[in-house]
């Protein structure tokens, strides 16, 4: 799938047909996500897969807006390593980066994602960290929900001409 | 460009040739970054297109960390825009992504970009607010500076097994 119509088509997909995602597909979701751009090349991210069903159901018992986790065969939890950032603050927009990357190439793959959001709300980072034992120095950022789409909703177009300024505001 | 082609082959360039960037690919990148998810679908974003020879300049001047300005015929400065934010504090995220739009979009479109960190350092975000003339309730987040290529840095492999965890950390 070309790029521009990847980003173009990408929907978020909130329910998902049974079977998994190939493991050949998961390593390339992560490979994509580690080669998003990094403040000074940092790279300060750390990925958790989770693929237990039960796993899955906890997250989605523990916090609203992951609901998609009930039938999303794979889960990645894409994480801040503070211990390796070089440029203070910029992990938050580091791990986003990251996660963009995750949602094109699922989206490429012919997978559905959603980007269910966990940094900077205290319960959910608090949560995700207690439930997956998670040490202090990792930060949950944000949690993407993947699999093979079982709903294909239309596209739109966000684009609003209002947003854009010229050299000055 | 296959999507994950571009994701594992786009690299940061720092250096670009003189001619501009055409107009039809000026909006494609901008329909790019607005194509981004954002929480609750907020898009709490806003773009500063910067293609004065003199601001740039200026840029570059003014911010070590921006010196490609000093070739790149056009900068794109992604900014959050507080008065359409839904969710608490996650623009910073909703911008990162739309901004990872733009250089993958870019690449696709046989341009190359730099991401060049604004938010959170404070003097880069009020320097840019003051130049630019950019209201309170909007904050600089990221400029990325694109044009034609004019170098080709080598592909590199970032994956690294090791941060990869399995349904637990």
Redesign the interface.
């Known amino acids: ?8 088509t ?1 929907r ?1 997909i909130r329910t998902f047909e049974e079977r998994p995602v190939p493991e050949e597909m998961r390593e ?1 979701l ?3 996500a ?4 990094s ?1 000074r090349n940092a ?1 300060p ?8 069903r039960a ?1 899955l159901m906890e997250i989605a018992a523990r916090f609203p807006n992951a609901q998609p986790a009930r039938t999303a065969p794979l889960g990645i939890l894409v994480c801040g390593d503070l211990s390796l950032e070089l ?1 203070k ?2 992990w ?3 791990c ?2 990251a ?3 995750i ?3 699922a ?3 012919g997978l559905g994602a959603v ?1 269910t ?1 966990v ?3 205290e319960n959910r980072v608090e949560g995700l960290r207690e439930m ?4 202090e120095h ?1 930060v949950p ?2 949690l993407v929900l993947i699999g093979y789409p079982a709903e294909s909703p239309a596209q739109v177009d ?3 001409a209002k ?7």
């Open positions: 799938m070309d790029v521009l119509t990847a980003i173009f990408r978020s390339t992560l490979r994509a580690m080669a998003a751009p403040a790279q991210w750390q990925f958790v897969v989770i693929d237990h796993t440029s603050g910029y938050v927009i580091d986003a980066a996660t963009q990357n949602l094109l190439a989206h490429g793959l980007w959001g940094y900077p709300r997956l034992g998670i040490p990792v950022h944000s966000r684009f609003d947003r854009i300024h010229y050299n000055r505001w």
